[in-house]
């Protein structure tokens, strides 16, 4: 099997017979590799394989084929077009050469030249025709191009007034998910599936994730392991009009056993409430790559280990780093969207960490490609902390926080009288450290501040007010006084991490198969940043099984040819 999280699909899918049979489900997987005319690709054998083998999973009837010219591209997307009539589901997937021409959209035949521009529209597939074969399913109609979008082919413009690669479109009831914004490069990858569809298999197959969620996940994915070199880009979907549609179905409950007897009446209680009902959405920002300043050793580690404590206490996370302005003011923008869509009772999270500075009681989101040699610059080009509160404070949340583990020194002004930040009501800012002071990165893999709060918010039962104390404490004690954080709170309702039932309410039977995935994830990700043959051979054997097993088996077989081929130069 390609992947550990298909074990846990396959699964689902089984004891839920009625939700996925009930259903007809349908779809078109195209990889096409060996061109005529360009270089070969990689990875579309690959992405396609593994891509059709998870909607089968889902309970999709699938219809497979690689390396298709163009009469066998169009008899495939004919013959679809009539099996979609009227399905429930329909999803077309592409992994391949695409192009764009004159602010159109093409899929590209392995036998295509493409001279002249004009030539797609005889040699290639365009968009809107693959979006012409999914638009009469009754629910969900999804199009996904795994294709770089600068193009490859020696094109030669016939017509003078030809527009630039944009995205000035709507596709309306159609999702359509690009691997890359118009005019971009994929940024090769060496697993045996392309970055973009790596990412796909891992939330696509999240069983009951909506399929828009999982799809802005995938984006998030990809912007942070090419360093926001790729980014993803999604339109459309406005036929589900905020219906939650996932691809893998959730997992059905147990019927709850008929009471023999009336309940007893519960006794009072000032308790935190039980198991979170409400939504809990998280931003988890981590700036490490600064164009302008030294690197900060430990930010990726700390965001990973914070967004998936936030995750293990019920926060939907989206994670992003080495953030650019223009990146840091659009992730921002999309999080207060999401918030407002999730209306009154919703948590809203955001946590920072990265350079940071204070003026006059402001603190700021610092972009990595700002050039800081005064004052002014952090006031004209960085975020302020104050316009994020008040920003959060105009969406219909019950509960606002922001936490910044940053350094709050001033080092243009470092006499300057500390200000005041006012807080919105319904929020709460906690800081790693006092004003003034700098925040530790410390001496292991993660800063002081971000291991106790991943720490913490994990403990049942812990308002949020008694979580920071205790994080406090953590710090004050680990870096023997020199750091010691501090909140400022305006929350009106009671609000708890983890509730005083979470362990007890947990079900007796557990799901391990999550938590390894979660653990080889993160480990993945930290060996892939030292990449020794030494250490991938030391990550299998702590997972020696499932979808990172498979990618760490390609990394270690990459770099020990490479070596077989460097000692036989040398020899």
């Given at each position: 099997m390609?992947?550990l999280?298909?074990?846990i699909s ?7 017979p009625d939700?996925?049979l009930?259903?007809?489900r349908?779809?078109l997987v195209?990889?096409n ?5 360009v270089r070969?690709?990689d990875?579309?054998a690959g992405d396609?394989?593994?891509v059709?083998e998870l ?6 009837q699938v ?9 066998e ?11 979609a009539?009227?399905a429930d589901?329909a999803?077309?997937?592409?992994s ?9 959209n093409y899929v590209v ?9 004009i030539?797609v529209t005889d040699?290639a ?6 979006i ?8 969900l109609?999804l199009?996904v191009?795994?294709?770089c979008?600068a193009n490859p082919f ?6 003078p ?9 709507d596709?309306g009831k159609?999702?359509?998910?690009f691997a ?7 940024v090769d990858?060496?697993a045996?599936?392309s970055?973009?569809t ?6 696509l ?7 828009g969620?999982a799809l802005r996940?995938v984006?998030d994915?990809v912007r942070?392991?090419?360093d ?10 406005s036929?589900?009009?905020?219906a939650?549609v996932?691809l893998v ?9 008929a009471?023999?007897?009336?309940a007893?009446k519960p ?7 039980s198991a979170?009902k409400a939504p809990?959405l998280a931003l988890v920002i981590?700036n490490e ?5 030294p690197?900060?050793?430990n930010?990726?580690s700390?965001?990973l280990?914070?967004s998936d404590?936030l ?5 939907d996370?989206?994670t992003?780093t080495?953030?650019?302005?223009v990146?840091?003011?659009r ?6 969207t999401d918030?407002?869509?999730r ?6 999270l ?7 500075v204070e003026i ?7 972009p990595v490609?700002?050039?800081v ?7 004209a080009e960085a975020?302020p ?5 008040n ?8 509960s606002?926080?922001v ?5 709050r ?6 006499d300057a009288?500390?200000?005041t930040l006012?807080?919105p009501?319904?929020?709460l800012?906690a ?6 002071r700098e ?7 993660n800063?002081?501040f ?8 994990k403990?049942?039962g812990?308002?949020v ?5 205790k994080?406090?404490d953590?710090v004050?004690k ?5 750091q010691?954080?501090?909140?400022n709170s305006?929350?009106a309702a009671?609000?708890?991490f983890?509730s005083?039932?979470?362990?007890s309410?947990?079900?007796?039977v557990?799901?391990p198969?999550a938590n390894?995935e979660?653990a080889?994830?993160?480990d993945y ?12 051979e030391?990550f299998l054997?702590?997972h ?7 990618l ?12 077989s081929?460097t000692q036989a130069?040398r020899?």
């Open positions: 390609w992947y999280t298909l074990l396959i699964s689902v899918v089984l004891l839920n939700v996925s009930a259903e007809r349908v779809a195209v990889g590799s060996t061109y005529e005319h070969t690709l990875s579309p396609a394989n593994a059709a909607l089968k999973t889902a309970g999709f219809s497979a084929a690689q390396n298709l010219n163009s009469v591209f169009r008899r495939a997307v004919r013959e679809f077009t009539v099996s009539r009227n589901a999803v077309v997937y592409f391949g050469y695409g192009v764009q021409v004159r602010g159109r035949p392995v036998d295509a030249a493409l001279r002249f521009d030539d040699e597939i365009s968009l809107d025709r693959l012409e074969t999914v638009e009469e399913a009754k629910q109609r199009v191009l795994d294709t979008r020696p094109i030669t413009r016939r017509d007034l030809a527009r630039e690669p944009s995205d000035t479109f596709f159609t999702l359509v998910a890359a914004k118009p005019g971009t490069q994929c990858g060496t045996p599936t970055r973009f790596t990412a796909l298999l891992r939330h197959a999240t069983p009951g994730l909506d399929v969620l996940r984006i994915d942070q392991v090419t926001n070199r790729q980014e993803p880009v999604l339109f459309g979907g036929a589900l009009g905020g939650e996932p179905p959730a997992l059905a409950k147990a019927a709850a056993p009471a023999t007897q009336p007893p006794a009072a209680s000032t308790a935190i409430p979170p809990r981590g790559g600064y164009k302008f300043a690197p900060l050793k930010v990726i700390d965001v280990l914070v404590a995750r293990a206490v019920g926060f996370v989206r992003a080495n953030l650019d302005s990146a840091l003011d992730t921002l923008r999309e999080f207060l918030v407002t869509a209306g009154k009772d919703a948590a809203a955001i946590f920072y960490a990265g350079q940071g006059d009681g402001d603190n700021f989101f610092i490609d700002i050039k040699r005064r004052q002014t610059d952090i006031l975020v902390l104050s316009s994020v509160l920003s959060l404070a105009l969406t219909p949340s019950a606002r926080m936490v910044f583990d940053t350094s020194s001033n080092p243009f002004s470092p009288a500390a200000g006012a807080i009501p319904a929020s800012v800081f790693s450290t006092s004003p003034g925040a530790s990165e410390g001496a292991a893999q800063s002081p971000a291991a106790a709060f991943a720490e913490t918010i403990e049942p812990l308002s007010e008694e979580a920071f104390e994080i406090r953590k004050r680990a870096t023997d006084g020199q010691v954080p501090q909140e305006s929350l009671p609000f708890a983890a005083a039932a979470a362990q309410s947990r079900p007796s557990s799901t198969g390894a979660n080889a994830r993160t990700e930290l060996t892939l940043g030292i990449n020794t043959a030494a250490v991938w030391a054997e702590v020696p099984a499932g979808f990172y097993a498979t760490a088996r390609a990394q270690l077989k990459r770099l020990t040819t490479a070596a081929v130069g020899l």
